[in-house]
């Protein structure tokens, strides 16, 4: 069985920083893209960042200079900076990973959330 645990999150003043991590564990044979959505309060979950298992990434426009996605293959883990942050950042963070188990197809994967409050 494969879990994704997120951690990191918490109350931060607007322009402070923020790192939140994400592990996959369990019967893992292969990650593919691991990534962070968010869904702020009324509103629908989004896309925040993105990462392949060769690097490439990708970002929302809304977070574009301001986050940063990365992660460690060797840990099944996936990290997201977030400097700058706004009021309008808070939301709860999910982690996703597209990742093999040993039933094909690869499937993606959920963690169950860490909530981020950017408020003074």
């Known amino acids: 069985q494969v879990q994704l645990v997120e951690s990191g999150g918490g109350l931060v003043q607007p322009g402070g920083s923020l790192r939140l991590s994400c592990v996959a564990s369990g019967r893992i044979l292969s990650v593919n893209a691991m990534g962070w959505y968010r869904q702020g309060p009324g509103k629908q979950r989004e896309l925040v960042a993105a990462i392949t298992n060769s690097g490439s990434t990708n970002y929302a426009d809304a977070v574009k200079g301001r986050f940063t996605i990365s992660r460690d293959n060797a840990k099944n883990t996936v990290y997201l900076q977030m400097d700058s942050l706004k009021p309008e950042d808070t939301a709860v963070y999910y982690c996703?990973?597209?990742?093999?188990?040993?039933?094909?197809?690869?499937?993606?994967?959920w963690g169950q959330g860490t909530q981020v409050t950017v408020s003074s």
């Open positions: 996703t990973a597209n990742l093999y188990s040993g039933t094909f197809p690869p499937r993606d994967y």
